[in-house]
């Protein structure tokens, strides 16, 4: 499981080094092998390769007569690329995926338990802030909601 807050940096290759605490286990998962894609949220997913797989699978089985299926086939694959941790920890995210996601050189990765998700650092600030304040959350909130206890 992936959790927690990371503040991380591309730099001018568009380069990202995954956070030490991380690498071990995604070396384990899956070969140090990751999978981007894009989220509807401007940001980008980020999963093991093996994780990935299963999702891509699921994909694959909707009706792609459907046009909200074919919608999400055709971002969620389409902008997946492959990428491979090299010897210091870090992935080469492409060019297209940082334009998408409006990535910088300031990057926030939360682990989001079987994948990653990385925003710019504004566009997460304009996030939590919104999340703060209640906004999209509905006068009773998601129903998705009710039954966790924290």
Not at 56 to 73: D, F, G, N, W, Y
Request: net charge negative; charged share 25%.
């Amino acid at each position: 499981m992936f959790r927690g807050l990371n503040q991380v940096s591309l730099d001018a290759k568009g380069r990202l080094a995954i956070p030490a605490r991380y690498r071990e286990t995604l070396t384990e998962a899956a070969d140090g092998e990751l999978v981007a894609t894009v989220d509807r949220d401007r940001c980008l997913l980020l999963y093991p390769r093996t994780r990935w797989e299963e999702i891509e699978r699921k994909l694959e089985s909707l009706p792609s007569m459907q046009p909200e299926a074919r919608a999400v086939q055709r971002m969620l694959l389409g902008y997946a690329s492959d990428m491979q941790m090299d010897g210091h920890g870090r992935i080469l995210l492409p060019p297209a995926l940082r334009e998408y996601a409006e990535l910088d050189h300031k990057v926030v990765m939360i682990g989001q338990g079987h994948r990653f998700e990385l925003w710019s650092e504004a566009r997460w600030a304009e996030i939590t802030q919104q999340w703060s304040a209640g906004v999209g959350m509905g006068a009773q909130g998601s129903s998705a909601l009710e039954n966790i206890a924290l």
